[in-house]
């Protein structure tokens, strides 16, 4: 399925990772930008249409005012399926990925995965219910991440949390409520981290199959963060132990 991405990070990774994926391509004639200018000259090198237009053309083809000067109709990466997790992990020595339960912002699962992108872990997991798919925003968002971290949507995600198990992964969701925090866990063994989505958090079956609950410390009066700003922190707290030590 064809879809369009914008803005420079988007078009600068469907250019190094996926080129092939690219259809077309619409440029701001109007705007003077030598990253924009390095964008187009790469297409046409490459042998892709690139039409020239004005600034509402482009706001109409994006959909986003702040697509700065370019968008690209391309086919989207693929999100894989269980069978495909199941052979990735196969392959892993020390497994780490990230779960969502029902993330339904894009905004969100853009900055997730630029994240674990950032961090090294080896895949995202969603259920295929009620969670926000590879759109051109999380695309736009994730910087390039898209490309390069996969996007595991399963059927069921109970029973991919007891695959997991099965697979000597630790399940760790991540809670408010937990009694015991990130910084005083061990993360370095094969590790999934589960999250909840957007205001409602874990679910009850999702919460059931976590091996342990971790939270954040709270210094303020705020009783939680954004669910990407949290993921980014037990993210890297992930990093920092598996390539540190705890």
């Given at each position: 399925?064809?879809?369009?991405?914008?803005?420079?990070?988007?078009?600068?990774?469907?250019?190094?990772?996926?080129?092939?994926?690219?259809?077309?391509?619409?440029?701001?004639?109007?705007?003077?930008?030598?990253?924009?200018?390095?964008v187009r000259q790469q297409l046409q090198e490459l042998g892709i249409p690139v039409e020239a237009v004005d600034r509402k053309r482009l706001d109409r083809l994006s959909g986003d005012p702040h697509h700065?000067?370019?968008?690209?109709?391309?086919?989207?990466?693929?999100?894989?399926?269980?069978?495909?997790?199941?052979?990735?992990?196969?392959?892993?020595?020390?497994?780490?990925?990230?779960?969502?339960?029902?993330?339904?912002?894009?905004?969100?699962?853009?900055?997730?995965?630029?994240?674990?992108?950032?961090?090294?872990?080896?895949?995202?997991?969603?259920?295929?219910?009620?969670?926000?798919?590879?759109?051109?925003?999380?695309?736009?968002?994730?910087?390039?991440?898209?490309?390069?971290?996969?996007?595991?949507?399963?059927?069921?995600?109970?029973?991919?949390?007891?695959?997991?198990?099965?697979?000597?992964?630790?399940?760790?969701?991540?809670?408010?409520?937990?009694?015991?925090?990130?910084?005083?866990?061990?993360?370095?063994?094969?590790?999934?981290?589960?999250?909840?989505?957007?205001?409602?958090?874990?679910?009850?079956?999702?919460?059931e199959r976590c091996d342990l609950l971790i939270g954040l410390p709270m210094k303020g009066r705020v009783e939680s963060l954004n669910l990407s700003v949290a993921a980014g922190v037990l993210l890297y707290?992930?990093?920092?132990?598996?390539?540190?030590?705890?």
């Open positions: 399925m064809s879809r369009r991405i914008y803005g420079l990070h988007a078009a600068n990774a469907a250019l190094r990772y996926s080129p092939e994926r690219i259809r077309r391509a619409w440029v701001d004639v109007q705007r003077r930008d030598r990253r924009l200018a390095q700065q000067g370019v968008v690209l109709e391309v086919i989207l990466p693929e999100a894989r399926n269980e069978n495909a997790l199941a052979e990735k992990i196969g392959q892993l020595e020390n497994p780490f990925f990230l779960v969502l339960d029902q993330v339904q912002d894009p905004h969100n699962l853009g900055a997730c995965l630029r994240t674990c992108d950032a961090v090294g872990a080896h895949g995202v997991i969603v259920p295929k219910d009620r969670s926000v798919d590879l759109t051109p925003t999380v695309c736009k968002v994730a910087s390039g991440a898209a490309e390069t971290v996969p996007l595991y949507r399963v059927t069921n995600l109970a029973r991919t949390l007891d695959f997991l198990k099965d697979a000597g992964l630790w399940r760790y969701g991540a809670a408010g409520e937990a009694q015991q925090t990130a910084f005083e866990t061990d993360l370095t063994g094969p590790l999934a981290l589960v999250m909840g989505g957007e205001g409602g958090g874990l679910r009850r079956l999702t919460r707290e992930c990093l920092r132990q598996r390539e540190f030590g705890s």
